[in-house]
DNA sequence: GAGTTTGAAACT
DNA sequence: CAGTTTCAAACTC
């Protein structure tokens, strides 16, 4: 019956808000009427939660108020501490709530001086008098204590007296200052002193001040302190809790017959006692919530006590600084732990990282790779970290993300074009265990060299692939990661794409349209072509998509995307002639279908198809430099577009996205092994993700670094 | 599916 | 750095 009622005084307060109902009357009113609602006891056992809500608000309100806190709370250390020790304080506090209870006045709790105080207190308090100047600072606490508690319909209000009851008023208005941020919540129960005994102002502030000094990290061998000084800070710091957690709903209720609602002392010791605990811990909850609160002021370090916590509006307002971040972190790791709102750069990559690879099965060393990043920096590092900066990169999550998605398309699209033996094979393989397997053949390379499509593209070999001798298997991680490095020391860029958009040649095109055309993109390296004429997919170039350049070395060069002397075959060209080639016919007609197929994804993927996929022919790019115009316009066919294809298409071409080899700095050409930096890329944002596009895929370029 | 062609990768 | 070899994809039949 007594936690009933000290539960309904609870439930009552969010109901009741009349502060004239607080006399004695109309508690033992009150009382009567609702102490025996199942109803409102019922009610009660909800209603703990709701008091928080407005301190939550508040707080909100003024959040930096907790600004100074933080060097308190912040460690999470610190936090786990303190949660444990509202645990203990709870288990201190229960045998405190028979204080309420006359019976067990003299019950003493060894451990606790805070039970010790609020006795006393409660015995001062049923002289309804809070004027205790007389007695040592910490009695004083006790009132703060009382009142505090009684808020939080924990105390005997009806042995408080009037008196007291005004001390609640005050202190009412303390909470709200509280409410206010006042920051110092030692502050508001100060100023409750202040009005209720003025000559414990001096020793409170102390106090107060000391009060936070138990939250501090080396405050756990204080709190195992019982003396009485310890245990008037104990008593302070539940005040405040308490005002904190309740005050807001005090202000506005502590005077209604609800909050005064007692636990009635002349109850039986043992219901109290129950009650106590059961009623504490709605209160230990609030307390739980509050020293979230704290933390989470502090730089949001600890885990939330509940869902509620992490909506708190501190967390909130932590997001201000780091939105995107706080959702990204919150999003991956369930909104648990705030402290992923913390995490150093790492910790964010790898998990970007992570999810990128999970989104991408068989992705072999995007794991390691995002470790790697932060290893020291090697030249390799720098190439990428330049190579980025030059594409306008800014953030490595966007190149995941970037190639995330353009692998997706390159997935989609094998669905599409089922017409060669290898687009047979990406499909199944699709179909099969994995979009990151390349199926490859090896059969000599043992999937250790670039040779390997796979290893090449970073990702393990699977089931679908054919090769023989592999070692291109998570098994052989090792190998697999220091043959890796052995090709990347040798050829930094080994593994980054072999075809790079490049915003300069972005900028050439004419229209929006060309934006996206292989011609905005070149092989870094350049062809080296003798006998195919780039139009077959033995040029890398025309695998990729894109139209050879001064780069390439290629003999004979009729490039449909592009030929290096810079000669093009037109839209129209390729439309009418696409019928008279009839090596490249299939693949143009496939191509075309293709585009129509996957306009829409061409959208998102942003890939230079999409203009394919509007039948523009392959744009001839025209380096302002063209010099070598040895091959000239010889073909006009319409080929298909491979490179950039396998977004729409099969995928064939897209493991050379992935696929590296092509190094900037040294062209492996046999013909003419040159330096050549990666065309910079400085294109503007609005050509940023088709930059992102080819540019090479995280895991390789990051891996093993 | 086997064989051929091709050019990048690797090696010297 | 150039030449050669190796290799596997691309291609043809």
Request: charged share 25%; aromatic share 6%; with cysteine.
């Amino acid at each position: 019956m007594v936690g009933e009622r000290c539960e309904s005084s609870r439930g009552e307060r969010e109901v009741m808000g009349t502060p004239e109902r607080s006399k004695n009357s109309q508690i033992a009113t009150s009382i009567a009427k609702f102490e025996d609602s199942p109803v409102f006891s019922f009610l009660n056992n909800l209603s703990p939660i709701k008091p928080v809500k407005p301190v939550h608000i508040s707080q909100t309100i003024n959040p930096l108020s907790f600004a100074s806190l933080p060097s308190v709370f912040s460690s999470p250390h610190l936090a786990s501490l303190r949660e444990s020790r509202f645990l203990r304080r709870h288990s201190l506090s229960d045998p405190s709530k028979p204080e309420f209870s006359s019976d067990d006045a003299n019950k003493v709790d060894p451990n606790m001086g805070v039970t010790m105080n609020l006795d006393e207190h409660k015995e001062s308090n049923t002289d309804a008098n809070c004027e205790n100047a007389g007695e040592p600072p910490y009695v004083c606490s006790k009132l703060v204590v009382e009142f505090t508690e009684t808020l939080s319909c924990e105390m005997d209000i009806v042995n408080s007296g009037l008196g007291c009851l005004e001390t609640k008023q005050v202190a009412c208005t303390s909470s709200a200052l509280v409410d206010q941020r006042s920051v110092n919540m030692s502050e508001a129960n100060v100023e409750v002193l202040g009005n209720t005994d003025g000559n414990c102002w001096d020793s409170l502030i102390a106090d107060a001040s000391d009060l936070f000094i138990f939250e501090s990290p080396n405050a756990k061998a204080c709190n195992e302190s019982v003396d009485p000084a310890t245990a008037f800070y104990r008593s302070i710091r539940n005040a405040i809790q308490n005002v904190q957690s309740f005050g807001a709903a005090a202000c506005g209720e502590h005077g209604n017959a609800a909050a005064n609602m007692p636990c009635q002392p002349e109850e039986g010791t043992g219901v109290i006692e129950n009650m106590s605990l059961q009623n504490f811990s709605g209160v230990c909850r609030g307390m739980k919530r509050r020293s979230l609160v704290f933390e989470m002021a502090g730089g949001c370090r600890k885990n939330m006590e509940d869902g509620s916590a992490c909506d708190s509006p501190l967390l909130l307002t932590n997001s201000d600084g780091n939105a995107s971040l706080d959702k990204q972190i919150a999003r991956t790791k369930t909104g648990s732990d705030c402290s992923g709102l913390l995490p150093g750069i790492g910790l964010h990559l790898n998990a970007l990282a992570a999810t990128h690879e999970s989104s991408t099965s068989g992705r072999l060393l995007i794991g390691s790779s995002s470790s790697a990043n932060f290893h020291p920096p090697t030249t390799s590092q720098d190439l990428l970290s330049s190579y980025l900066l030059e594409s306008g990169i800014d953030t490595f999550e966007s190149l995941l993300l970037e190639d995330h998605s353009r692998e997706s398309g390159y997935i989609a699209n094998e669905d599409i074009n089922p017409s060669s033996p290898k687009k047979r094979r990406r499909k199944s393989e699709q179909s099969g265990d994995g979009e990151s397997c390349k199926r490859c053949n090896c059969k000599k390379s043992k999937c250790l060299k670039l040779y390997c499509e796979c290893f090449a593209a970073g990702v393990y070999c699977m089931e679908p692939c054919a090769c023989i001798d592999c070692f291109n298997k998570p098994v052989h991680e090792d190998t697999v990661l220091a043959t890796r490095k052995q090709i990347e020391s040798r050829n930094p860029l080994a593994f980054a794409p072999k075809v790079i958009r490049t915003s300069d040649s972005v900028s050439e095109m004419i229209g929006d349209d060309f934006a996206n055309t292989p011609a905005s993109a070149r092989h870094k390296r350049g062809c080296n072509c003798k006998k195919s004429g780039c139009l077959k997919k033995y040029c890398e170039c025309y695998q990729g998509g894109v139209g050879c350049s001064i780069n390439c070395r290629c003999e004979g060069c009729k490039n449909a995307f592009g030929r290096k002397d810079g000669s093009c075959a037109s839209a129209a060209e390729h439309e009418d002639v696409e019928d008279e080639n009839d090596t490249t016919e299939k693949a143009a007609l496939d191509s075309r279908s293709i585009y129509k197929a996957s306009i829409h994804d061409e959208l998102d993927q942003s890939a230079p198809s999409q203009s394919f996929s509007k039948k523009r022919p392959p744009r001839a790019y025209v380096p302002p430099t063209s010099s070598y115009s040895g091959f000239g316009n010889s073909s006009l066919a319409f080929p298909p577009p491979p490179k950039w294809r396998p977004h729409l298409e099969e995928g064939d071409e897209m493991p050379n996205f992935l696929t590296g080899g092509g190094s900037p700095i040294k062209a492996s050409s046999p013909n003419r092994k040159r330096v050549t930096p990666p065309q910079t890329l400085t294109g503007l944002r609005s050509s940023r993700k088709l930059i992102l596009q080819s540019i090479p895929s995280f895991p390789s370029l990051a891996s093993n670094r």
